[in-house]
């Protein structure tokens, strides 16, 4: 369209100018015509060569969403698994909690119920005429050893002591030759020694040492006399009773704390050849 107007001016202007100045001026309108058109096509290459790098980075950009929103999904996804997971595994553990203090509140009424069957057999016992009633010895009518010793320990370590006492009387009165008879005696002294009757510690510990010197609380009745002893204030038997346990238990965990006893006293301790290592029981 602009070339057209361009060429009517020049025919116009040749129609109205001289005829030896038509070749000069059609020649200058020539070139500032080409001039023109070489602008404009340069003007428009610029602009479709911006016009594709703008395309190209709508493009890029629109990818790069696509990929964005993608990712974004795919993490929606996990996440949403995770929790799935997470609540399913937590339902688990929380069936598995109810399953276990089911089973527990299930032991404790079949102990209770046992119990009670003991209860009850101790009472028909008593109420049998003596003429008909046959020699039973204590044993029978006593809890299990077992029992009985596991009820005076779970009531030693509550800090029970008055119970527990009796528990271990009752067990030494009619088990007092069964293994855990020193174990027993030991636990016996040892509610003496917390409860500040050190010269009763004293005694009881003995019992430990003279009866039971297989047993494998030995050592530590050894220790807590003369823990006692210390407390009572003859540091030169409890010197004595340290050294003795360092010589027959060297390796023992008592040993060592005898060794720490000693050193704060200013005591020497002496040495001896390692004995057997013992299994201990609670």
């Keep these: 369209m602009k070339t057209r107007i361009l060429l009517l001016i020049a025919v116009f202007v040749l129609g109205t100018t001289p005829s030896f100045a038509v070749s000069k001026e059609i020649i200058q309108l020539q070139t500032q015509v080409q001039a023109l058109q070489d602008q404009m096509a340069r003007m428009q290459q610029s602009f479709d060569e911006r016009m594709g790098v703008m395309r190209n980075l709508v493009e890029q950009n629109t990818d790069s969403m696509n990929k964005i929103l993608a990712a974004m999904g795919n993490l929606q996804q996990a996440l949403n698994q995770q929790h799935t997971d997470v609540t399913g595994h937590s339902d688990q553990l929380s069936g598995q909690i109810q399953a276990l203090n089911d089973s527990l509140d299930e032991l404790k009424g079949r102990l209770a119920k046992v ?101 494998n609380k030995a050592p530590a009745a050894q220790l807590k006399k003369g823990l006692s002893l210390i407390q009572l204030g003859d540091k030169q038997a409890a010197t004595r009773e340290l050294q003795s346990l360092i010589q027959r238990y060297p390796r023992s965990i008592e040993a060592t704390t005898a060794r720490d006893q000693l050193r704060k006293m200013g005591a020497k301790s002496t040495t001896a050849k390692p004995s057997a290592a013992r299994k201990r029981q609670p």
């Design 115 to 215: 119990s009670t069957q003991i209860d009850q057999l101790a009472q028909q016992q008593q109420n049998l005429p003596p003429a008909t009633a046959p020699a039973v010895a204590p044993q029978a009518q006593a809890p299990p050893p077992q029992m009985l010793y596991d009820n005076g320990l779970r009531d030693y370590n509550a800090g029970k002591y008055d119970l527990a006492s009796s528990e271990f009387s009752d067990f030494l009165k009619y088990y007092p030759t069964n293994d855990l008879a020193g174990n027993a005696q030991f636990y016996l002294a040892d509610i003496e020694y917390r409860g500040g009757n050190f010269q009763q510690a004293v005694q009881d510990y003995d019992k430990v040492l003279e009866q039971y010197p297989g047993g």
